[in-house]
Nanobody, 122 residues
């Protein structure tokens, strides 16, 4: 069984910063790409940032220059550093990871965290 647990969300003023963390646990053999999505009320879930096992990153245009995604493979953890936050960044942020497990059998799939709320407001 594999689980992803996010942390670090909260309330912050415009221009402030937050760092989200997502730790994967369970019978993990290999983690491929990891990323962050967000969903605001009434809107579809959108990709915010992703990072491959080799460290290649991708960002939504709306967050380029403000957000940074990184990972610590030894800790099976992905981070999202969010700077210069805007009210438009308010959403539930979800961690995502493609993970290969070998026990009890070979199985590769994408997992989702439960989400963490980020609210940017003055």
């Amino acid at each position: 069984q594999v689980q992803l647990v996010e942390s670090g969300g909260g309330l912050v003023q415009p221009g402030g910063s937050l760092r989200l963390s997502c730790a994967a646990s369970g019978s993990i053999f290999r983690i491929n790409a990891m990323g962050w999505y967000r969903q605001a009320p009434g809107k579809e879930r959108e990709l915010v940032a992703s990072i491959t096992s080799g460290g290649t990153t991708t960002y939504a245009d709306s967050v380029k220059g403000r957000f940074t995604v990184s990972r610590d493979n030894a800790k099976n953890t992905v981070y999202l550093q969010m700077n210069s936050l805007k009210p438009e960044d308010t959403a539930v942020y979800y961690c995502n990871a493609n993970i290969l497990t070998l026990v009890p059998h070979y199985y590769e799939r994408t997992y989702w965290g439960q989400g963490t709320q980020v609210t940017v407001s003055s």
